[in-house]
């Protein structure tokens, strides 16, 4: 029987180490019978794609599917194939044209090309022991180092490291499961720091008919909401379609449970000002700040100013929201930061309801992370 979680599940997997949890929970899941999975990531693009470099699609025998390549008569093509790896267990390179996918018809509105890479997952991955490449994940996630995953996603048949084989670099440029070639380990090495230092999967062609593919593991973005109210509520809702990891913090337990909040990750009921001190460091952190009160938002601000995000915003009017920031900045707050606070905060789309303010938020929390385009509606920047 399919795992019900990978019929039903509908979001977009972007997130190496969102991908990588979801993979070994699957196959470590006994109810699946010991089944294996087909894994198929974009690995190159030329052209309007559907897609960035490093998106992935997971495949069930039956047929079921995590992720997506883009969809349309593209991703049928990738679904296909990945019966004929899970037959042969031979990794495989498809070239998906969706330049014929461009009329009013098609579901697809791009016309590029994909190169997708398919492979079998189970017992193996990646041509070692799923568990010892799971171990090296862990390993290097316990020493807080960040890491890359590099493939090899072309290889000539009469050579000894196959297509599809991997390695894990961390960010000192150690190696773990090495590939067992010199010059393919020090390209390796190369391509996971060029990865990690650019935050972007990216795919090198060597010489001799070699391809390798390095994907950094970035932390899943985090949204902490402070304030389980209506707004609140209705953030928590929409977030994890985008991808985020919810925390919400309050101190009302009759609003902070999991009957109000069913998609948070986490719910803590405490003090929020003393629950923003304890966040541990993130560095794709988005905080929002809609409690009860001005007052307890100004507090929250104040100590919110001091942890790590990538995003900080407050709800408010200008006029309350100014009074706010500038006895803040009385008190000695630092101005770069106080500068970077989105308040009053959303994108101005119009928004009165709290699912509509949510969807404001949510834009912008995604504009600042796509586009990192926090100056552009920072207080400092409004009139």
């Known amino acids: 029987m399919v795992d019900a979680i990978l019929r039903t599940y509908t979001g977009i997997v972007e997130d190496l180490v969102e991908f990588v949890?979801?993979?070994?929970?699957?196959?470590?899941?006994?109810?699946?019978?010991?089944?294996?999975?087909?894994v198929g990531t974009i690995v190159r693009g030329r052209g309007s794609t559907p897609r960035k470099t490093g998106a992935k699609i997971l495949i069930d025998p039956a047929g079921a599917q995590l992720g997506t390549v883009g969809g349309g008569?593209?991703?049928?093509?990738?679904?296909?194939?990945a019966h004929r790896v899970l037959a042969t267990g031979e990794s495989t390179r498809l070239e998906v044209s969706l330049l014929e996918e461009d009329g009013w018809e098609s579901?697809?509105?791009?016309?590029?090309?994909?190169?997708?890479?398919?492979?079998?997952?189970?017992?193996?991955?990646?041509?070692?022991?799923?568990?010892?490449?799971?171990?090296?994940i862990d390993a290097a996630n316990e020493r807080s180092l960040a890491s890359a995953v590099v493939t090899v996603t072309?290889?000539?048949?009469?050579?000894?490291?196959?297509?599809?084989r991997k390695t894990l670099v961390d960010e000192r440029g150690v190696q773990?499961?090495?590939?067992?070639?010199?010059?393919?380990?020090?390209?390796?090495?190369?391509?996971a720091l060029r990865a990690l230092a650019s935050g972007e999967a990216v795919e090198d062609r060597l010489d001799g008919g070699f391809a390798l593919f390095g994907e950094p593991l970035v932390a899943t973005p985090e949204l902490v909401i402070v304030g389980a109210g209506h707004v609140g509520q209705a953030l928590a809702r929409v977030a994890p379609a985008?991808?985020?990891?919810?925390?919400?913090?309050?101190?009302?337990?009759?609003?902070?449970?999991?009957?109000?909040?069913?998609?948070?990750?986490?719910?803590?009921?405490?003090?929020?000002?003393?629950?923003?001190?304890?966040?541990?460091?993130?560095?794709?952190?988005?905080?929002?700040?809609?409690?009860?009160?001005?007052?307890?938002?100004?507090?929250?601000?104040?100590v919110a100013l001091g942890v790590d995000w990538m995003y900080l915003g407050m709800i408010g009017s200008r006029r309350r929201v100014r009074r706010?920031?500038?006895?803040?900045?009385?008190?000695?707050?630092?101005?770069?930061?106080?500068?970077?606070?989105?308040?009053?905060?959303?994108?101005?789309?119009?928004?009165?309801?709290?699912?509509?303010?949510?969807?404001?938020?949510?834009?912008?929390?995604v504009d600042v992370r796509r586009r990192g385009r926090a100056a552009s509606v920072a207080l400092s920047r409004r009139g």
């Open 242 to 302: 985008a991808g985020f990891a919810v925390v919400v913090l309050d101190d009302r337990a009759s609003f902070a449970n999991p009957a109000r909040l069913p998609e948070a990750r986490a719910i803590r009921v405490a003090d929020p000002r003393a629950a923003l001190a304890e966040l541990s460091p993130h560095d794709r952190r988005a905080i929002v700040l809609v409690t009860r009160g001005h007052k307890l938002d100004a507090d929250c601000l104040r």
């Open 73 to 81: 008569c593209g991703e049928a093509a990738v679904t296909s194939r």
């Open 21 to 38: 949890t979801e993979l070994r929970r699957r196959l470590g899941d006994p109810a699946r019978g010991g089944r294996d999975l087909v």
């Open 324 to 365: 706010i920031v500038e006895r803040l900045a009385e008190e000695g707050a630092d101005p770069e930061r106080l500068a970077r606070v989105h308040a009053p905060i959303g994108l101005d789309i119009g928004a009165e309801t709290p699912g509509e303010i949510a969807v404001a938020i949510l834009a912008e929390i």
């Open 107 to 136: 579901p697809s509105i791009c016309g590029g090309v994909l190169d997708v890479f398919l492979e079998r997952a189970g017992v193996t991955f990646g041509g070692v022991p799923a568990a010892e490449l799971f171990a090296a």
């Open 154 to 164: 072309a290889a000539p048949r009469a050579q000894a490291v196959p297509c599809g």
């Open 176 to 191: 773990r499961l090495p590939l067992g070639d010199p010059a393919l380990d020090t390209a390796a090495i190369e391509l």
